[in-house]
């Protein structure tokens, strides 16, 4: 056979990293370039539908389900197809980044899948795409022990029949990746560049080991985003030769408007479909984005307020069992942010107890499995499940009819008593400078005060504070949300940090580039649809 032709690709203003050749063959560059070529012009008209659907919700602060997918919705005949025996039972998942030592923890956790995040956990420097995309394939191929310099452990993997099952989450439809770009100079969309390198290294591996190329998709906001995933996935088996329906896909209901359309998002990925999750933090982050300047109705109070009890989240996760199940497939719950401190007895107690309730309530509520953010956190989940749940390997059967949501209960954000405090505002700060400073130095997801944040929660921070400003909230204490107090509490905090860590360590780290995007992303009036895209700017690598 020939050797395949150099690919239309070029990666640019990107140092060589340690057996990049192993990742970035020509094969698979040039694989890469037929998803671009393909499926970016579509990528981006659903960008720009994205926009228009924004404005509308701005000019009419509602939203209702499809009348033109109605018929989709009432046809009862239609299922996704089977699980794979491999994802069959989800009970517990866990999620982290794919640097070398979270591959092995994850994959020896205990939990029955693995969320392997190039999105929301993974600060997208081109190492952590690379390398990322090498630790697995080397794990898949056992070729991944690991020595801590720092500490001199070992990490290793436990056989086979041990590991946890891989589901691979690229980037969102938004992003793109600077380092690889078209013979134009354009850059790929960073989605495409994730599926791509690992769909072609490891679909067929996969196969050989009983699993497949298994997929989180993450921020879609439309069946019609869905539906171009589809035509993705239909091409990639066409164009290594594996059968048809061999991918299969887990979509993150974590926007508001996909809310509203998760039976056609089920439709467009049926043969190809294996779940919706609940993905909370990022859901709560879209009601806010959406509904920024629907006045005083929308106003959410301090993210810790928001619980999964709150009306408007129960509607949502009980509506997504409901459809679930009604189309065969598994719903998968979301995060708890509590993680356990070795350290401190009283916070390990503490996120023993507020994961425990959470999980209990999932599957107590028909949900399939659900995630967790760290080993520790693996058996807590796995009781609550194994309570419910027994031997079988999931809840389908229990199709949750009583279950009746209407449009507007999905965005009743006013059923909350709650209201925004002064130190809701505080926390939204600390929350935003320290996360955005550990992600401009390449990591992605942080312990920040016993919680573990991500590029989700540190959305919610920045547009909270946006959204209390716009809508003149008053807090408890007298003081009145502007950008004033916003800037008089952000520089507070860079205070605090300085004297907390010492003034070599503040200078060595990115703490004013990151206060000050905060401020720019939290007061701008021209509101930035994701924080991660000024941020991408400024990240060095």
Same mark, same amino acid.
């Given at each position: 056979?020939?050797a395949?032709?150099?690919?239309? #690709?070029?990666?640019?203003?990107a140092?060589?990293?340690?057996?990049?050749?192993?990742v970035?063959?020509?094969?698979a560059?040039?694989?890469?370039a037929e998803?671009?070529?393909?499926?970016?012009p579509?990528?981006?008209e659903?960008?720009?539908?994205?926009?228009?659907?924004?404005?509308?919700?701005?000019r009419t602060?509602?939203?209702?389900f499809?009348?033109e997918?109605?018929a989709?919705?009432?046809d009862?005949?239609?299922?996704v197809a $089977?699980?794979p025996?491999?994802?069959n039972?989800r009970?517990?998942?866990?999620?982290?980044p794919t640097?070398?030592?979270?591959?092995? %923890?994850a +994959?020896?956790?205990?939990a029955?899948?693995?969320?392997?995040?190039?999105?929301?956990a993974?600060?997208?420097t081109?190492e952590?795409?690379?390398?990322?995309q090498?630790?697995?394939?080397?794990a898949?191929?056992?070729n991944?022990?690991?020595?801590?310099?720092r500490?001199?452990?070992?990490?290793?993997?436990?056989?086979?029949?041990?590991?946890?099952?891989?589901?691979?989450?690229p980037r969102?439809?938004?992003?793109?990746?600077?380092? +690889?770009v078209?013979?134009?100079g354009r850059?790929?969309? /960073?989605?495409?560049?994730d599926?791509?390198?690992y769909?072609?290294?490891n679909a067929?591996?996969?196969?050989?080991?009983?699993?497949g $190329?298994?997929?989180? +998709?993450?921020?879609?906001e439309?069946h019609l985003?869905a539906?171009?995933?589809n035509?993705?996935?239909?091409?990639?088996?066409?164009?290594?030769?594996i059968?048809?329906?061999?991918v299969?896909a887990?979509?993150?209901?974590?926007?508001?408007?996909?809310?509203?359309?998760?039976?056609?998002?089920?439709?467009?990925l049926?043969?190809?479909?294996? /779940?919706l999750?609940a993905g909370r933090?990022d859901y709560?982050?879209?009601?806010?984005?959406?509904?920024?300047?629907?006045g005083?109705?929308?106003?959410?109070?301090?993210?810790?307020?928001?619980?999964m009890?709150?009306?408007?989240?129960?509607?949502?996760?009980?509506?997504?069992v409901?459809?679930?199940?009604?189309r065969?497939a598994?719903?998968?719950?979301?995060m708890?942010?509590?993680?356990?401190?070795?350290?401190?007895?009283?916070v %390990?107690?503490?996120?023993?107890?507020?994961?425990r309730?959470?999980?209990?309530?999932e599957?107590?509520?028909?949900?399939?499995g659900?995630w967790?953010?760290?080993?520790?956190?693996? $058996?807590?989940?796995?009781?609550?499940f194994?309570?419910?749940l027994g031997?079988? $390997?999931?809840q389908?059967?229990?199709?949750?009819?009583d279950?009746?949501?209407?449009?507007?209960? +999905?965005?009743?954000v006013?059923?909350?008593a709650?209201k925004?405090t002064?130190a /809701?505002?505080? %926390?939204?700060?600390?929350?935003?400078?320290?996360?955005?400073?550990?992600? #401009?130095?390449?990591?992605?997801?942080?312990?920040?005060?016993?919680?573990?944040?991500?590029?989700?929660t540190?959305?919610?921070?920045?547009s909270?504070?946006?959204q209390?400003?716009n809508?003149?909230?008053?807090?408890?204490?007298g003081?009145k949300a502007?950008?004033?107090?916003?800037?008089?509490?952000a520089?507070?905090?860079l205070?605090?940090?300085?004297?907390e860590? /010492?003034e070599q360590?503040?200078?060595?780290?990115?703490?004013?580039?990151?206060?000050?995007?905060?401020?720019?992303?939290?007061?701008?009036e021209?509101?930035a649809?994701?924080?991660?895209?000024?941020?991408?700017?400024?990240?060095?690598?």
């Amino acid at each position: 056979m020939s050797a395949p032709a150099p690919s239309p #690709l070029a990666i640019v203003d990107a140092e060589p990293l340690p057996r990049q050749e192993e990742v970035l063959t020509d094969a698979a560059l040039a694989f890469v370039a037929e998803l671009h070529r393909r499926f970016t012009p579509r990528r981006d008209e659903l960008l720009a539908r994205r926009a228009e659907r924004r404005a509308e919700i701005a000019r009419t602060s509602t939203l209702d389900f499809l009348p033109e997918t109605a018929a989709i919705r009432a046809d009862d005949s239609w299922r996704v197809a $089977p699980a794979p025996a491999a994802l069959n039972d989800r009970r517990v998942e866990i999620t982290g980044p794919t640097d070398r030592k979270m591959t092995i %923890n994850a +994959l020896n956790s205990g939990a029955k899948v693995w969320l392997a995040d190039f999105e929301d956990a993974s600060a997208p420097t081109w190492e952590n795409v690379v390398l990322g995309q090498r630790n697995l394939i080397d794990a898949y191929t056992r070729n991944i022990d690991f020595t801590d310099e720092r500490t001199g452990k070992s990490y290793a993997l436990r056989p086979d029949e041990e590991l946890a099952t891989v589901v691979m989450r690229p980037r969102g439809w938004h992003l793109d990746e600077r380092h +690889l770009v078209d013979a134009d100079g354009r850059p790929v969309p /960073g989605a495409l560049v994730d599926f791509g390198l690992y769909f072609f290294h490891n679909a067929q591996r996969l196969l050989d080991l009983g699993k497949g $190329p298994y997929f989180y +998709l993450p921020k879609t906001e439309s069946h019609l985003e869905a539906r171009l995933w589809n035509e993705v996935f239909v091409f990639a088996q066409d164009h290594v030769g594996i059968p048809q329906g061999t991918v299969r896909a887990t979509v993150l209901i974590e926007t508001i408007t996909a809310a509203y359309e998760m039976e056609e998002i089920l439709y467009e990925l049926r043969d190809h479909a294996a /779940g919706l999750n609940a993905g909370r933090w990022d859901y709560l982050f879209s009601i806010v984005k959406n509904f920024r300047d629907g006045g005083q109705k929308f106003v959410l109070p301090d993210r810790n307020a928001v619980t999964m009890t709150a009306p408007f989240m129960r509607a949502y996760t009980e509506l997504l069992v409901r459809t679930c199940h009604k189309r065969g497939a598994h719903a998968i719950g979301g995060m708890a942010a509590f993680i356990p401190s070795r350290r401190d007895a009283e916070v %390990n107690r503490t996120a023993f107890e507020k994961v425990r309730a959470d999980k209990d309530r999932e599957a107590n509520d028909g949900f399939d499995g659900s995630w967790v953010a760290h080993p520790d956190l693996v $058996p807590i989940a796995m009781e609550s499940f194994d309570r419910v749940l027994g031997d079988q $390997p999931n809840q389908k059967d229990r199709l949750r009819e009583d279950v009746h949501v209407e449009a507007a209960d +999905l965005i009743a954000v006013d059923s909350l008593a709650a209201k925004p405090t002064y130190a /809701g505002l505080v %926390n939204a700060v600390q929350v935003g400078i320290r996360y955005i400073e550990a992600w #401009l130095r390449g990591l992605g997801a942080v312990a920040i005060f016993n919680l573990m944040e991500d590029a989700a929660t540190a959305e919610i921070s920045r547009s909270q504070i946006w959204q209390w400003i716009n809508a003149g909230v008053e807090f408890e204490n007298g003081d009145k949300a502007t950008p004033e107090l916003a800037r008089k509490v952000a520089a507070a905090e860079l205070d605090a940090i300085r004297k907390e860590i /010492g003034e070599q360590a503040f200078a060595a780290g990115h703490w004013q580039e990151a206060h000050d995007l905060l401020l720019r992303v939290s007061l701008d009036e021209d509101y930035a649809d994701f924080l991660t895209l000024p941020a991408y700017e400024q990240l060095r690598g």
